[in-house]
């Protein structure tokens, strides 16, 4: 199983970033998938998340109308559109695959920095 996340980087204020997660070894289109993020000396915090089929999304107060999460599962990827960064949105940014089968299988990616400074 391994979800590789990409796209982060150094963007100014009011800028934009495109986040990619790509998954492989597990069937990606029955996860739910959601991106959280971890700044400097905070707890790990849920961005975004989107259901197995892509109907229904849900995000965090802070995020809402800036950042979009979106997944292509012909693609077995998930997505995140952020727009209007802000300097507080500078984090390590990770997604995750979750579903319950029988069990609770949870997968995590390595992370993508996203520094925002002018």
């Known amino acids: 199983v391994q979800l590789v996340e990409s796209g982060g980087g150094l963007v100014q204020p009011g800028g934009s970033l495109r986040l990619s997660c790509a998954a492989s070894?597990?069937?990606?289109?029955?996860?739910?998938m959601s991106w959280y993020r971890q700044a400097p000396g905070k707890e790990r915090e849920l961005v975004a998340a989107?259901?197995?089929?892509?109907?229904?999304?849900n995000y965090a107060d802070s995020m809402k109308g800036r950042f979009t999460i979106s997944r292509d599962n012909a693609k077995n990827t998930v997505y995140l559109q952020m727009n209007s960064l802000k300097p507080e949105d500078t984090a390590v940014y990770y997604c995750?695959?979750?579903?319950?089968?029988?069990?609770?299988?949870?997968?995590w990616g390595q992370g993508t920095q996203v520094t925002v400074s002018s």
């Open positions: 070894g597990f069937t990606f289109s029955s996860y739910a």
């Open positions: 989107i259901t197995s089929t892509g109907g229904s999304t």
């Open positions: 995750r695959a979750r579903v319950v089968a029988g069990r609770i299988y949870d997968y």
